[in-house]
C-alpha cells in the first residue's frame, strides 16, 4: 500500500515528499522516547486524519495539512504552505516505520523475530512438499524454503501441488517431528527481547486500521441491502475492502513482532470496546446508522443466518455479540461468504498460538452459520469470479482453515473436551444436517423390511460402555449421519421379462449395523464375563427387533453368493465391482466381517 513519491519546489530546491515523510516519522519516534503519554495523543489526531472512515482508503493530502495536525521541525529542508502532497498509505507506513522504509523496517523487526512455526500461506496451483518420514499428521505440508533448509535426504517425501491452499507447518511440533524442522524454525529459538519502543507508533496506528475495516464492513452491508444485490465484499465494489486487508496483510508479513501485536490487538476486548465508541461517534452524524448492531438487533441478525436452522436438534442456541475484533470481523466473514482476502488473513495470523486456540472457538461458534450459508450458496449459480463459483470458494476456504486448525492434535482434543465448543458434536449435527437436505426414500424401506432407527439407541447404549462422557453425545449425532447412508444405492436385480420369478434387490451399505457392532466390539474387549453379562442384559432387544435388523445382513450375505455365482450377470459390471470391494481383505474388516459378526452376536440374543 505505498503511494508513488510525490515532488514538488520548496524554496528553489527540489524537495520530495518521502523526505518530509521520513523526518515527520522519525521526529515521532523521538517525541515518544521523551514524553509517551502526550505524543501518543498527538499521533492518534494525526492518523484519524489520515484513516478518516468517510474517505476513501487511499486519497492524498498536502503538506500542510499535516504540518497543521502535527508541527514537524525542518531539519535540512524548509516547509512552505507550497501544494506539495503525499499518500495517506505513505504517511501511515513512514509513522509505523518511524522514519524508515518498510523494507528496512522489516529487517529491524527480524532481528527479533521469535516465531517458531513458518505459517507461510498460499494459494491453489501452489507448490509444496510432504514428508512421510517426518509427518505426524498426513495434512502436514512444506514450502519449498523450509523443505530445502532441513535434512529430508533418503526420507518418503514427494512434491505436490495444492489444489485448495495450504500453510507451512515446519515448526509444528504437533504435525511434523523436529528432526523436520528447518534451521529457521523450531522450539529450540530462544526468544529476543523487542524494544518498547520499535512499536509504539504501530500500536496507535493498527487500533484504527482494523476499526476502518471494520466500518467498511458494516456500511457494505447496508449498500448492498440497499441495492438489492448479492455482490461479494471482494468482488469489483469491494475494492477499499481489498485495500485495507492487503495492507493488513502486508503488515502481518513483517515478522512475528507485527503480527503478536495484531493478534494480542484482534483479541483485546478493551480495545475492540473503544474502537466501537469511536466508530458510534463517528457514525452519529448519520442517524439509524446503527440500527443493526445494538445487542438486540445483533441478535436477532445473527440467528437469521441459519443457527436455529441448523441446531434445530442441538442444546439451545447461545448467540453472544462480538467481544473482540477478530469475533465481528468473522462473522463479517461468514455473511460475505469468507471471502479469500480475509481466508488468507486470518491464516497468516494462525502460527501465534494463543491466537489460533481463540480462533478455533470462534471457528466452531460460526460453523453452523457456515454450513447454512454454504448450502444457501449452493441453491443458485453461485455468481463466482474467474470461472470460479462462490460455494467452491467458500468451501475451499473452509477446508483450509480446518485442515490449519485441527490438525493439530492437542487443539483438536481440546475443543472436543471443552463443553462450550463441543467439537464432534458441532461437526456432526451440522454434517447431519447437510445431508439431511439431499436424502431421497430408499425403496428397500417401502416394505418395512428394515426399521434402522431400531439401532440408534443401542448405539448410545454402547456409547456410554465404550468411551467417555464428552463422546456419548457425539455418538447420536454420528447415528443420525450415518443413518442417512443406510440402504444407499440399492439395486434391483435385472432378468429377462417372461421369468415370473421374485424380483430382490440389494444395498452394500448399511454403517447403522456396522456402527452397532463396532462398539460392542469395543465394550467386549473392555470388560470381563460377566460384566459383559449385565451389559448384555442392559442392551437388551427384542425378539421382534432381532428378525427385523438381521434381515439386512443376512439378505447382503445371501446375494453377495448369487454375484459370485453370476446370478445377477445382467446387472453388469458394477454390482461384480461392489461385491468384490465388500469382500477385499483391505476393507473385509469393516464390511463381510462386521456383518457376519453381526448376526453372530445377534443370535446370541435370541436365547435372552
Same mark, same amino acid.
Given at each position: 500500500m505505498s503511494g508513488s513519491p510525490v515532488s514538488g519546489s520548496l524554496g528553489g530546491e527540489i524537495y520530495h515528499g518521502n523526505t518530509y515523510l521520513a523526518t515527520l516519522g522519525k521526529q515521532i519516534k523521538n517525541d515518544f522516547s521523551r514524553d509517551a503519554s502526550t505524543t501518543e495523543q498527538r499521533v492518534i489526531k494525526l492518523v484519524d486524519l489520515l484513516l478518516d472512515v468517510h474517505s476513501p482508503v487511499s486519497f492524498e493530502l498536502s503538506v500542510s495539512r499535516l504540518q497543521e495536525c502535527y508541527p514537524c521541525p525542518p531539519s535540512s529542508h524548509s516547509y512552505s504552505s507550497d501544494p506539495t502532497r503525499v499518500a495517506n498509505t505513505e504517511c501511515i507506513n513512514y509513522i509505523i516505520s518511524q522514519g524508515q522504509s518498510m523494507d528496512s523496517f522489516k529487517m529491524e523487526l527480524s532481528a527479533y523475530d521469535d516465531s517458531?512455526?513458518?505459517?507461510?500461506?498460499?494459494?491453489? @496451483?501452489?507448490?509444496?512438499?510432504?514428508?512421510?518420514?517426518?509427518? %505426524?499428521?498426513?495434512?502436514? =505440508?512444506?514450502? #519449498?524454503?523450509?523443505?530445502?533448509?532441513?535434512?529430508?535426504?533418503?526420507?518418503?517425501? !514427494?512434491?505436490? /501441488?495444492?489444489?485448495?491452499?495450504?500453510?507451512?507447518?515446519?515448526?509444528?511440533? #504437533?504435525? %511434523?517431528?523436529?528432526?523436520?524442522?528447518?534451521?529457521?524454525?523450531?522450539?529450540?529459538?530462544?526468544?529476543?527481547?523487542?524494544?518498547?519502543?520499535?512499536? =509504539?507508533?504501530? /500500536?496507535v496506528v493498527l487500533p484504527r486500521l482494523l476499526l476502518r475495516l471494520?466500518?467498511?464492513?458494516? #456500511?457494505?452491508?447496508?449498500? /448492498?441491502?440497499? !441495492?438489492?444485490?448479492?455482490?461479494? +465484499?471482494?468482488?469489483?465494489?469491494?475494492?477499499?475492502? #481489498?485495500? +485495507?486487508?492487503?495492507?493488513?496483510?502486508?503488515?502481518?508479513l513483517k515478522g512475528q513482532a507485527m503480527r503478536k501485536s495484531i493478534t494480542q490487538l484482534m483479541l483485546s476486548q478493551q480495545q475492540y470496546t473503544s474502537m466501537l465508541k469511536r466508530l458510534e461517534m463517528l457514525a452519529s452524524s448519520e442517524p439509524g446508522k446503527d440500527r443493526l448492531f445494538s445487542p438486540e438487533n445483533f441478535l436477532k441478525f445473527q440467528?437469521?443466518?441459519?443457527?436455529?436452522?441448523v441446531l434445530k436438534e442441538g442444546p439451545p442456541l447461545k448467540v453472544i455479540p462480538p467481544r473482540n475484533f477478530i469475533e465481528e470481523i468473522f462473522f463479517w466473514a461468514v455473511v460475505y461468504e469468507l471471502p479469500e482476502p480475509l481466508t488468507t488473513f486470518f491464516l497468516n495470523l494462525l502460527p501465534d498460538q494463543d491466537f489460533k486456540t481463540e480462533f478455533a472457538r470462534v471457528f466452531l461458534r460460526h460453523y453452523p452459520s457456515m454450513t447454512y450459508t454454504l448450502l444457501r450458496s449452493g441453491s443458485g449459480d453461485g455468481g463466482g469470479r474467474g470461472g470460479v463459483s462462490r460455494i467452491d470458494v467458500m468451501s475451499n476456504n473452509i477446508v483450509h482453515m480446518s485442515v490449519q486448525l485441527f490438525s493439530n492434535e492437542s487443539l483438536a482434543l481440546e475443543m472436543v473436551l471443552c463443553p462450550q465448543e463441543d467439537l464432534l458434536h458441532v461437526l456432526l449435527t451440522c454434517m447431519n444436517y447437510m445431508v439431511q437436505q439431499l436424502t431421497i426414500q430408499s425403496h428397500l424401506f417401502e416394505g418395512g423390511k428394515t426399521t434402522p432407527e431400531e439401532l440408534l439407541v443401542k448405539i448410545q447404549s454402547c456409547a456410554a460402555q465404550a468411551y467417555p462422557d464428552p463422546v456419548v453425545p457425539a455418538a447420536a449425532a454420528y447415528s443420525s449421519v450415518v443413518e442417512c447412508f443406510t440402504g444407499m444405492d440399492g439395486e434391483k436385480r435385472a432378468v429377462f421379462e417372461h421369468i415370473r420369478l421374485y424380483l430382490d434387490d440389494v444395498s452394500f451399505h448399511w454403517p447403522l449395523h456396522r456402527t452397532f457392532i463396532a462398539l460392542l466390539t469395543r465394550v467386549v474387549n473392555k470388560l470381563t464375563s460377566a460384566e459383559f453379562t449385565r451389559v448384555k442384559a442392559e442392551i437388551g432387544i427384542s425378539s421382534e427387533t432381532i428378525k427385523q435388523l438381521l434381515f439386512a445382513p443376512l439378505h447382503l450375505l445371501c446375494r453377495v453368493?448369487?454375484? =459370485?455365482? !453370476? +446370478?445377477?450377470?445382467? @446387472?453388469?459390471?458394477?454390482?461384480?465391482?461392489? =461385491?468384490?470391494?465388500?469382500?477385499?481383505?483391505?476393507?473385509?474388516?469393516?464390511?463381510?466381517?462386521?456383518?457376519i459378526l453381526f448376526v453372530q452376536v445377534l443370535r446370541l440374543y435370541i436365547h435372552i
Amino acid at each position: 500500500m505505498s503511494g508513488s513519491p510525490v515532488s514538488g519546489s520548496l524554496g528553489g530546491e527540489i524537495y520530495h515528499g518521502n523526505t518530509y515523510l521520513a523526518t515527520l516519522g522519525k521526529q515521532i519516534k523521538n517525541d515518544f522516547s521523551r514524553d509517551a503519554s502526550t505524543t501518543e495523543q498527538r499521533v492518534i489526531k494525526l492518523v484519524d486524519l489520515l484513516l478518516d472512515v468517510h474517505s476513501p482508503v487511499s486519497f492524498e493530502l498536502s503538506v500542510s495539512r499535516l504540518q497543521e495536525c502535527y508541527p514537524c521541525p525542518p531539519s535540512s529542508h524548509s516547509y512552505s504552505s507550497d501544494p506539495t502532497r503525499v499518500a495517506n498509505t505513505e504517511c501511515i507506513n513512514y509513522i509505523i516505520s518511524q522514519g524508515q522504509s518498510m523494507d528496512s523496517f522489516k529487517m529491524e523487526l527480524s532481528a527479533y523475530d521469535d516465531s517458531k512455526v513458518c505459517g507461510r500461506v498460499w494459494k491453489h @496451483n501452489f507448490v509444496a512438499y510432504r514428508c512421510k518420514t517426518c509427518a %505426524l499428521s498426513p495434512c502436514m =505440508s512444506l514450502c #519449498n524454503q523450509c523443505f530445502h533448509l532441513a535434512d529430508h535426504k533418503g526420507h518418503d517425501y !514427494n512434491m505436490f /501441488r495444492s489444489q485448495a491452499g495450504g500453510a507451512c507447518d515446519c515448526g509444528d511440533e #504437533n504435525v %511434523l517431528l523436529p528432526s523436520g524442522f528447518c534451521s529457521s524454525h523450531g522450539y529450540q529459538k530462544i526468544p529476543k527481547e523487542l524494544p518498547d519502543k520499535l512499536l =509504539s507508533s504501530a /500500536r496507535v496506528v493498527l487500533p484504527r486500521l482494523l476499526l476502518r475495516l471494520l466500518a467498511y464492513l458494516r #456500511n457494505f452491508y447496508d449498500k /448492498r441491502g440497499e !441495492n438489492g444485490g448479492g455482490e461479494g +465484499v471482494d468482488d469489483k465494489t469491494g475494492v477499499e475492502f #481489498n485495500r +485495507v486487508v492487503a495492507w493488513l496483510e502486508e503488515l502481518v508479513l513483517k515478522g512475528q513482532a507485527m503480527r503478536k501485536s495484531i493478534t494480542q490487538l484482534m483479541l483485546s476486548q478493551q480495545q475492540y470496546t473503544s474502537m466501537l465508541k469511536r466508530l458510534e461517534m463517528l457514525a452519529s452524524s448519520e442517524p439509524g446508522k446503527d440500527r443493526l448492531f445494538s445487542p438486540e438487533n445483533f441478535l436477532k441478525f445473527q440467528k437469521s443466518l441459519g443457527y436455529d436452522v441448523v441446531l434445530k436438534e442441538g442444546p439451545p442456541l447461545k448467540v453472544i455479540p462480538p467481544r473482540n475484533f477478530i469475533e465481528e470481523i468473522f462473522f463479517w466473514a461468514v455473511v460475505y461468504e469468507l471471502p479469500e482476502p480475509l481466508t488468507t488473513f486470518f491464516l497468516n495470523l494462525l502460527p501465534d498460538q494463543d491466537f489460533k486456540t481463540e480462533f478455533a472457538r470462534v471457528f466452531l461458534r460460526h460453523y453452523p452459520s457456515m454450513t447454512y450459508t454454504l448450502l444457501r450458496s449452493g441453491s443458485g449459480d453461485g455468481g463466482g469470479r474467474g470461472g470460479v463459483s462462490r460455494i467452491d470458494v467458500m468451501s475451499n476456504n473452509i477446508v483450509h482453515m480446518s485442515v490449519q486448525l485441527f490438525s493439530n492434535e492437542s487443539l483438536a482434543l481440546e475443543m472436543v473436551l471443552c463443553p462450550q465448543e463441543d467439537l464432534l458434536h458441532v461437526l456432526l449435527t451440522c454434517m447431519n444436517y447437510m445431508v439431511q437436505q439431499l436424502t431421497i426414500q430408499s425403496h428397500l424401506f417401502e416394505g418395512g423390511k428394515t426399521t434402522p432407527e431400531e439401532l440408534l439407541v443401542k448405539i448410545q447404549s454402547c456409547a456410554a460402555q465404550a468411551y467417555p462422557d464428552p463422546v456419548v453425545p457425539a455418538a447420536a449425532a454420528y447415528s443420525s449421519v450415518v443413518e442417512c447412508f443406510t440402504g444407499m444405492d440399492g439395486e434391483k436385480r435385472a432378468v429377462f421379462e417372461h421369468i415370473r420369478l421374485y424380483l430382490d434387490d440389494v444395498s452394500f451399505h448399511w454403517p447403522l449395523h456396522r456402527t452397532f457392532i463396532a462398539l460392542l466390539t469395543r465394550v467386549v474387549n473392555k470388560l470381563t464375563s460377566a460384566e459383559f453379562t449385565r451389559v448384555k442384559a442392559e442392551i437388551g432387544i427384542s425378539s421382534e427387533t432381532i428378525k427385523q435388523l438381521l434381515f439386512a445382513p443376512l439378505h447382503l450375505l445371501c446375494r453377495v453368493n448369487e454375484i =459370485s455365482c !453370476n +446370478v445377477w450377470v445382467r @446387472n453388469g459390471t458394477s454390482i461384480v465391482q461392489q =461385491s468384490l470391494t465388500y469382500l477385499q481383505p483391505h476393507f473385509s474388516h469393516s464390511l463381510v466381517d462386521a456383518d457376519i459378526l453381526f448376526v453372530q452376536v445377534l443370535r446370541l440374543y435370541i436365547h435372552i
